[in-house]
């Protein structure tokens, strides 16, 4: 690149600073502009704020549902579906309840459900070792659990112990 200017600065530890200046193009896909600038700068002065800089025009594709689902017409009535996680590796199977208003259902098992758990299984896989997952710690309540959770919670409350009585201090 031709060089096109050198300067000399009051600053730096001996009160003298050189400065190269260079004819540089603009990076910003639309400009291509040419401008005089230091060897490290890729904007021209159009361009150099955030606003305008290129990645800011790129669009973000927004995942479809339908991508890390399965997309089922629901019947008239409920219906319970056991199926086979869909990543491979897995042959857990799962179940879930198809409703007759929706139509996206899970495509993978509970312990894959999220792209981080997939892509650590598979790399887990890739690796020779097999995951030692566990089946999730916690059980649905039964019915009975239910209600006297909720007549549990509508009593009032009452400690086993007497509350304590303040003495004072003379």
Known sequence: MPMVDSKVVNHGAQGTCRVRREVRTCKHPACGRKFEGSPTSLYCMDHRTRKSRAERFVPKEQPKPEDQNLVLDGG?????????????????????????????????CELHRTEHK????????????????????YLKWTDYEMQFESYALGQPHTSPFAPRRRQDVH
């Open 118 to 137: 997939r892509r650590h299984f598979l790399k887990m896989k890739t690796n020779g070792a097999t995951p030692a997952y566990e089946q999730p710690n």
């Open 76 to 108: 008239e009535h409920l219906i319970e579906k056991t199926l086979i996680c869909s990543l491979e590796g897995c042959d857990c199977a799962y179940s879930f309840t198809v409703y007759p208003d929706h139509t996206i259902y899970p495509m993978y």
